[in-house]
């Protein structure tokens, strides 16, 4: 037994982590695993374009770790293995997430987000509930944890406060409605047939293994091709910005001390300008090629890097329908009732970010070329 597993009453988990061939799902089971040796993860991702069993490659070797590319909306193929591995527990990562593409294609955002999270539900309220007490026993003790977003709650004003735990639902994109109706049916199977449930919601994660459509790894490859930055609108939109590994410890603080039926922010107190954060990763490439001359060479495209001048590569667009102009997540909540807050500063995540992205080509270059 671990010393992990005393702290936690000696029994190891046995974790679903859904989607975990994503950005945050992969970094969450390199969490997991790295902090919970004695601990079994199962991954079941469908391996659309956003997954990439590449972010898991190092824990194929771990016996504590198994892969199994499967849909959620399989509510078969998730009783089976709930059953088959003994799980106790999910950690529903699995989402669409693109907003770009949710107006563009709105039908995989509700049969993903909303049909899948159902299944879900519905394979787990099996497993640990209905089977158990039909055959004289008491439910299994589990838990299903539900990863949400801050895009549920709406937009904010320049001076409103930041999103609570409280504030009412207001979505305005098809992503962020679908995880709306997602965040719902996870309550609404806690308060009817008392699975279970906390939901966590995130303000924006950045960090390793971040898929490149999104704005920092699209800034740094877009810088390593020479291609154009481009900039939505007059670049003003506020973010607040979480580094991913803060996020996979915040979730796990909520698996371990969160209350059952709770919702909990994870937030990084750290909002910017969608433009200076185009600014400053400009700047953190130019210093990373003035500082290292191999780089040169070995991104020959980088042009504009290697010159200094990676900000003439902003080009400016039309903003996209019903963009929020600003989020920001109050996680006092969070801070109060599990310990939570971020490790990592702005600055520390931003340019081990930039570091990661500069040190693995071999991941991000396969993915540009889809």
């Avoid at 039909?134 to 895009?151: K, M, N, Q, Y």
């Avoid at 291609?227 to 607040?240: A, E, F, T």
Wanted: proline share 5%; net charge negative.
């Amino acid at each position: 037994m671990t010393q992990t597993e005393k702290q936690r009453g000696g029994n190891p988990r046995k974790l679903l982590v859904t989607g975990g061939a994503g950005f945050i799902g992969a970094n969450f089971v390199h969490h997991w695993l790295q902090q919970y040796p004695g601990d079994s993860v199962v991954v079941l991702d469908a391996l659309t374009y956003a997954g990439n069993r590449s972010s898991l490659k190092s824990l194929e070797s771990d016996s504590g770790f198994t892969f199994v590319h499967g849909d959620i909306c399989d509510t078969t193929l998730v009783e089976e293995l709930l059953i088959n591995h003994g799980l106790d527990t999910i950690v529903h990562f699995a989402a669409e997430s693109h907003v770009d593409r949710s107006i563009s294609g709105p039908d995989a955002f509700l049969e993903t987000n909303i049909i899948g999270t159902h299944s879900l539900l519905k394979a787990a309220k099996k497993v640990w509930i209905d089977l158990p007490v039909a055959d004289g026993l008491d439910p299994v003790d589990h838990r299903f944890h539900h990863v949400s977003t801050d895009e549920v709650y709406g937009t904010l004003e320049p001076e409103d406060p930041a999103f609570s735990e409280s504030t009412a639902y207001a979505p305005n994109s098809p992503y962020s409605a679908s995880k709306a109706a997602s965040d719902h049916l996870v309550r609404a199977y806690h308060h009817t047939f008392g699975l279970q449930v906390t939901t966590s919601n995130c303000s924006n994660n950045y960090g390793p293994y971040h898929y490149p459509e999104k704005l920092i790894p699209l800034i740094i490859t877009n810088i390593l091709r020479d291609q154009p930055i481009p900039v939505y609108g007059d670049g003003k939109q506020v973010r607040d910005w979480l580094y991913v590994e803060d996020h996979a410890r915040g979730i796990d603080l909520v698996l371990q001390k969160g209350k059952i039926g709770e919702n909990y922010n994870i937030g990084g107190h750290n909002e910017w300008l969608n433009i200076d954060i185009v600014n400053l990763v400009c700047h953190l490439m130019d210093e990373a090629f003035m500082a290292d001359n191999s780089l040169a060479s070995k991104y020959p495209e980088a042009i504009s890097a290697a010159a200094g001048k990676s900000c003439e590569l902003v080009q400016f667009v039309t903003d996209r329908p019903g963009h929020d102009r600003r989020y920001a997540i109050d996680a006092r909540k969070s801070r109060k009732e599990l310990g939570y807050k971020p490790w990592e500063s702005f600055e520390s995540g931003i340019r081990k970010t930039v570091s990661w992205y500069l040190s693995n080509p071999q991941w991000w270059l396969p993915l540009i070329k889809k």
